[in-house]
Structures are given as structure tokens and as C-alpha cells.
């Protein structure tokens, strides 16, 4: 049997505090027999220090490049555009496979390499459901952002934070004006999570999932304060906002967050703007008069990397110990392998799991 090598790798954008494996889990995979080595990471939520006591092997950031060809490379967001050839395994969330800008050049580096993606967003279990997500931590942090925007309390640029610091700035003041949400999505992950932090601020949001956009009021949805989107959509849908539904007089919604970020896909449910926000400038004003500010960061759970990250290892460990090729592994090597066919990518070019 060979001994799977796991390697963690260092996150490139300069705002991503999580990991997807903490070091108490890390200890249970070296504990099991896998070979663990974490790149060196100062970003990280979590000291190197902690996972080298963990029994793990330790690695300047950025070497899995010349890892063993065998290694599986683990990590949460992009990768950097070097290699132009991606030889080994990854596990990560590539964005590949919804026609997001650069996704066509993503998977011809994998073709090129023969290497594979394993889209975290798409390990999921027999029913389709995810199996390890950062969705109810998403839905809070941007519930949580939209109501201190709304509320003019929303300090730039963001830092990351406890739930318990958090918490204490979205405790209503005396005298703070009321105001309505609206959480779109509301009983998945994201949409739970949004709604849980909206109660915290005081305020119990008007849940839509699938029965109330299906056939969606947009009257409705204008004539509240606040909204935040949590729905993702994996077939097209007609939009829940359009340009011509900003300039509707009649328009009380003054704040949204777009906690989804399909932006530049063709199933995006928000087609308003053109590009995310970033934590030194969340908001972006769409309309001046009367005014509607965007937020649309598309790391929201780096925030609270500690909770998210504790969260997702935990949910993320079992499928770890399990790695093979069937079950939900073999569904991600099904999905990539589709995606690759969906660009013209012969098969003979990748190289099997």
C-alpha cells in the first residue's frame, strides 16, 4: 500500500489567514500513517512551530513545485501563475469549472502537466452534498460586514478577527435605527450563517430559498434595507438584480453583500458589478443617489480564520484518511475530467490518478 504524502502548501494572496488542515488534525494524520509536510507560512493562523510539533515535516513556502510527483498538494485558493505546467495532484478550490474568467488556462495547465484538480467545492457525498465547505462562516462574515456597513461602522481596511470581537460590535446601540434584511439562499450553510449573525445584530432577516426565487418579487426584495445573497447556483437562472432594478425609484435596499462571488460567470445571480472588493476597500458604491453600497470579498471566512479553519479541518479530516479514487474523490476526478472534455482536452493527456 503506498503511504499517502499530503503537502500543505503556503497561500499566495496576501489576505489568507486559513488553512485547511489545523495542526491538532494534523497530528491524527501523521498518527494514521500519512507523510504531512506544511510549507513554512507567516500568514498562516496557525505557527509553523505548531505543526512541526504535530510530527509533520516542515518546507520553505512555495516548494511543493519540486515536490515528489506522487505528493498531493493541499491548499484553499489560487495557485500562482507558475508553473505554466502543474504536474501533481491538487486539492483546492480552482473556480475551473463555471466558465470564470481564467479558468480555460487553469485546466490546460493540468493537461499540460498531466497533473489533476480535486475542486474541494465538488467533494461531496452520494446525495451531491459537500462534504467540507466554509459556507456558514461566508454567510456570517457577510451578513456581519453588511450590517456594520449599513449601520456606518465598517472600519477600512479589515482585519482579521474573533467571533467574539466580532460579536461585540454587532450589538445594537441605544437609539440605533431599525432596519429590514433580506437573506437570499437562507437554508443552506451560507444562508444560516448569514441569518444567525443578522439576529446577533438584532434583526431577524426574511428568509427566500428556492420556492421564493423561483418565482422571484423584485418588488419585494427592493423594499428591503439590507441583502445578502447566499445562493449558488449551479444551473442559469434569471437574475435577482438588474441594472435597470438599481435606478427603480421606488428602491429602499441601501446595502448588499454578494456572499456567493459568482462574478464573471454566466450563472451569476447578481450581474450588477464586474469585479470583487478587496479588505483595504470592501465597499463598492453602485449608485450615488440614493445610494447602494456592494460588498463582494471573496475570502469572507479568512476573517475569522481560526473558527472557519478549526471547522472545515474537522469536516475535511475524515475524507483525508479515506483518500483513494472512489467515492468522493473519484467524483472530483469525474467532474475535472469533464470539465477538461468540455474544453477539447483529450484524455490521453491526463495522467490517471
Known amino acids: ?27 491524527r494524520l501523521v498518527e494514521s500513517g500519512v507523510t504531512l509536510t506544511v510549507e513554512e507560512s507567516p500568514q498562516r493562523i496557525f505557527p509553523v512551530e505548531e505543526y512541526e510539533a504535530a510530527g509533520c515535516r516542515i518546507a520553505p513556502a512555495g516548494s511543493w513545485v519540486s515536490a515528489p510527483v506522487d505528493a498531493v498538494i493541499l491548499g484553499l485558493k489560487e495557485l500562482p501563475d507558475e508553473p505554466a505546467e502543474l504536474t501533481h495532484r491538487h486539492i483546492y478550490f480552482g473556480h475551473a469549472y463555471k466558465q470564470q474568467p481564467g479558468a480555460g488556462d487553469l485546466l490546460w495547465r493540468f493537461a499540460a502537466g498531466r497533473g489533476r484538480l480535486l475542486d474541494l467545492e465538488y467533494l461531496v457525498d452520494d446525495n451531491g452534498r459537500r462534504l467540507a465547505a466554509f459556507g456558514f462562516w461566508a454567510g456570517y462574515l457577510g451578513a456581519a460586514l453588511a450590517v456594520l456597513q449599513h449601520r456606518g461602522k465598517l472600519v477600512a481596511p479589515l482585519t482579521p478577527t474573533s467571533k467574539e470581537e466580532l460579536d461585540a460590535l454587532l450589538q445594537p446601540a441605544a437609539g440605533e435605527a431599525e432596519f429590514t434584511a433580506l437573506v437570499t439562499g437562507a437554508l443552506g450553510r451560507s444562508g444560516r450563517g448569514a441569518r444567525l449573525a443578522l439576529l446577533t445584530a438584532g434583526v431577524e432577516a426574511t428568509p427566500w430559498d428556492l420556492a421564493e426565487t423561483r418565482d ?23 437574475p435577482f438584480l438588474r441594472e435597470q432594478d438599481l435606478d427603480d425609484p421606488a428602491r429602499r435596499l441601501r446595502t448588499l453583500c454578494d456572499v456567493t462571488v459568482d462574478v464573471g460567470s454566466p450563472l451569476n445571480v447578481l450581474p450588477i458589478y464586474d469585479r470583487t ?13 440614493p445610494p447602494l453600497d456592494l460588498i463582494a470579498i471573496d475570502n469572507l471566512p479568512s476573517l475569522l480564520p481560526r473558527e472557519s479553519s478549526t471547522d472545515f479541518s474537522s469536516a475535511l479530516l475524515p475524507q483525508l484518511m479515506e483518500f483513494e479514487t472512489g467515492g468522493p474523490w473519484g467524483r472530483c476526478v469525474d467532474r475535472f475530467r469533464q470539465a477538461c472534455r468540455e474544453l477539447g482536452i483529450a484524455e490521453g493527456k491526463l495522467r490517471n490518478v
Do not use: C, F, G
Open 216 to 238: 422571484l418579487d423584485r418588488e419585494a426584495l427592493l423594499a428591503h434595507d439590507v441583502m445578502v445573497n447566499a445562493v449558488l447556483a449551479t444551473t442559469p437562472v434569471p
Open 277 to 289: 472588493t478587496e479588505w483595504t476597500d470592501p465597499v463598492r458604491r453602485l449608485r450615488k443617489e
Open 1 to 27: 500500500m503506498t503511504v499517502l504524502h499530503l503537502w500543505l502548501r503556503h497561500e499566495v494572496r496576501s489576505t489568507e489567514r486559513r488553512t485547511p488542515i489545523v495542526p491538532s488534525d494534523a497530528r
